[in-house]
């Protein structure tokens, strides 16, 4: 998405930018996701939740968030939804389909196919393929962001955030389609029992259950509920449709009486029937990269810009360290301010 979106702002200003893109379609991760555009309520909200982010870069994506939603709708988009439906976070929800077929008109030249070889803005959406191969996880995004991006930098001599092994994760039941990754989610983990393969509890998960899955032993936990469990909405579906999801995809759901361990005493397993989904650690994107200022400049380890290389998206590190935030306000902010930082 930021590539996108940094090469539409450019056209708007009047340059004539080129979008490499390595896959053969347009809108990366993006086009896969829920298509919220979100952000923490406030500065003080973000830094709670995102402790070890850089405070100057949360700063301008919770200032500029609002006004790049906007410009988005003046590119020609209408938003589904001009709310998240968690109280928690402020944004829009749009049409993936429709948000990429209106940025690649706006981004005129985008080039299928081709990957980069020289760029000013750097936006191939982190690592998380690689990261997900290198430790055994499955993989929830678009199968092309392999890091390129951020090898392109390092090796102009560009310095890596903090949090490189840190990554926004959800939890399936194990590996399905592109298709299935926002349907298959199981995403109750916070009325679940979660235990590791010799019944150990895992702890209790933060609202947005990306840490808990980057807590799984091998990647992998067992979802245990029980029957009011079952009942909980998410979202717009109940926690038992996500179950069935599970098992559509040919997920592992059972009997919890039937694990190979003793089911530890809990408050969550009160009503009969007590049943275990086995769930997968999936990497959608990394949260570590590259380390850029507020301007979407590429920095070397003394904090000086690398010349003419900027960042935006999963390329650049240091804005959700240690928490979890919306990716694709991320793209949408930095690519813009990418784009006006280079036109500059
Ligand atoms: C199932 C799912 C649900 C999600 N739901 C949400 C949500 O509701 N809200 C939210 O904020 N985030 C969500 N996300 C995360 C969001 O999609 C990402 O944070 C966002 O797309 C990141 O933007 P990006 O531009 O960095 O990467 P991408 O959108 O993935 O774009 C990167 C592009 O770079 C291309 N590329 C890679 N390497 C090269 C190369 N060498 N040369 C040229 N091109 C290259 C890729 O093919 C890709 O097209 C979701 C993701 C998934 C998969």
Same mark, same amino acid.
């Given at each position: ?16 930018? /080129?979008? =490499? ?40 994506? /919770? ?103 840190? =990554? ?12 299935? *990754? ?13 235990? !590791? ?26 979802? /245990? ?18 179950? !069935?999801?599970?098992?559509?995809? +040919? ?22 029937? =007590? ?17 850029? !200022? ?25 804005? =959700?360290? +240690? ?10 902010? *930095? +690519?813009? /301010? ?7």
């Amino acid at each position: 998405m930021a590539g996108l979106v940094a090469a539409a702002r450019a056209r708007e200003l009047g340059a004539a930018p /080129v979008v =490499f893109e390595k896959g053969n379609r347009a809108g990366g991760s993006m086009l896969l996701s829920s298509g919220v555009i979100w952000r923490h309520r406030s500065l003080d909200d973000f830094r709670a939740e995102c402790p070890d982010g850089d405070p100057a870069l949360q700063a301008r994506l /919770v200032e500029e968030l609002d006004d790049a939603l906007d410009w988005l709708e003046q590119l020609g988009i209408e938003p589904v939804r001009r709310e998240t439906g968690n109280l928690l976070t402020v944004g829009r929800r749009y049409d993936t389909g429709a948000l990429t077929e209106v940025l690649v008109r706006a981004a005129g030249d985008v080039r299928l196919r081709e990957p980069f070889h020289e760029a000013e803005v750097l936006a191939t959406g982190g690592f998380g393929v690689r990261l997900a191969r290198e430790r055994g996880l499955l993989l929830r995004a678009a199968p092309w962001s392999e890091g390129d991006g951020l090898a392109h930098g390092s090796g102009r001599g560009a310095a890596q955030t903090a949090g490189m092994g840190e =990554f926004y994760g959800r939890a399936l039941p194990g590996p399905v389609g592109e298709g299935e *990754y926002v349907r298959a989610s199981q995403l109750y983990a916070r009325h679940a029992l979660v235990l !590791d393969d010799d019944g150990r509890d895992l702890g209790e998960a933060a609202w947005h259950e990306s840490d808990i899955v980057q807590r799984f032993p091998g990647g992998r936990a067992w979802y /245990v509920l029980d029957g009011r469990a079952l009942r909980q909405p998410v979202r717009e579906r109940t926690v038992a449709d996500l179950v !069935d999801a599970a098992r559509a995809v +040919g997920g592992e759901v059972r009997p919890a009486e039937q694990l190979p361990f003793q089911l530890p005493a809990s408050e969550k397993l009160v009503e009969p029937p =007590f049943v275990a989904v086995r769930v997968y650690a999936g990497v959608t994107h990394t949260i570590g990269g590259l380390r850029v !200022d507020d301007r979407a400049r590429v920095l070397d380890g003394e904090g000086t810009p690398v010349p003419d290389l900027h960042a935006a998206g999963a390329d650049a590190g240091g804005i =959700f360290t +240690g928490g979890y935030g919306s990716g694709l306000a991320s793209a949408l902010v *930095y +690519g813009r /301010v990418a784009a006006e930082t280079a036109l500059r």
